[in-house]
């Protein structure tokens, strides 16, 4: 009896440990939330706002996005372009969300890579802290999603990375299958199947060192440019770059109508569980 109570006390110390070290990285951290999207295949939904602001189970995509993080960080920058307005006023200077905002508009469009050179050369993104870069078009349906990002990424920082990169286990191919035989006749057709291959959500942690392959990489004369294009390659090439799984079905990118019903879906069913 007495060797597992030493056992469960040695296991809670290492927890309380663990807690303590995610609190102290998270004090410091910044939510950047890149929000200036059009959301084309929406429009009859969004009527006229910009998609962060459509509702999803009685909250907007924004609010879903800003529970996740503002529970303990506190510093937060948007990168605004259509829309931003409407963003602006809904949002304010985040004191109603307790938290504080910074924005970053772009003029023109400067593409993920290209909207983060710029918010670092006006100086909404302090690049002397580290980030987590986000959208909030997804749902991500995983529970205390930001201890347990900031808990892979210290385990990347061990091994010597300096970003972390959220990816799901499998994804839907966006196009029907059809196989045939050497005669050209067709032999199995599939409609949009599952493909195992780990996507990229496009939600990255990353530290202020990062911020410097930003400013070398990104060329704002030939805008629009792609963070996925021009950093992500020379992090993998300097092997930087960690990873965290998380389930397929916890993701839901909301780019579509059919997106858009699985998710109020998903939502009215989680809460339907819980009651």
């Not at 983060?116 to 991500?140: F, H, M, Q, R, S």
Request: contains cysteine.
């Amino acid at each position: 009896m007495l060797f597992f109570k030493r056992k469960r006390e040695e296991m809670f110390k290492k927890d309380e440990k663990k807690m303590r070290e995610i609190d102290d990285y998270v004090r410091n951290l910044q939510i950047v939330i890149i929000a200036g999207g059009y959301g084309e295949r929406l429009k009859h939904r969004t009527k006229g706002k910009p998609k962060p602001l459509l509702e999803i189970g009685g909250k907007t995509l924004l609010e879903w996005c800003l529970e996740h993080f503002s529970h303990k960080v506190k510093d937060f920058v948007l990168l605004v372009g259509h829309g931003a307005r409407e963003i602006k006023n809904f949002l304010g200077d985040g004191s109603k969300f307790g938290i504080r905002v910074k924005y970053s508009e772009e003029k023109t469009k400067l593409g993920k890579g290209g909207a983060l050179k710029w918010a670092l050369e006006n100086g909404a993104i302090d690049d002397k802290k580290p980030a987590l870069i986000t959208y909030p078009d997804d749902l991500i349906l995983v529970d205390n999603f930001l201890e347990k990002i900031v808990e892979r990424h210290l385990k990347g920082l061990e091994k010597g990375c300096k970003a972390t990169v959220v990816r799901v286990t499998k994804t839907r191919y966006p196009y029907g299958v059809v196989k045939t035989d050497d005669e050209g006749i067709v032999v199995d057709f599939e409609e949009k199947p599952f493909i195992n291959l780990p996507a990229n959500v496009g939600i990255y942690l990353i530290e202020p060192e990062v911020f410097d392959i930003i400013k070398e990489n990104v060329d704002l004369s030939k805008i629009p440019v792609e963070f996925e294009e021009t950093v992500v390659p020379e992090l993998v090439k300097r092997r930087w770059l960690f990873s965290m799984t998380i389930p397929w079905e916890s993701w839901i990118p909301v780019n579509d109508e059919k997106s858009y019903k699985r998710a109020v879906k998903t939502l009215e069913d989680r809460d339907a569980s819980t009651k």
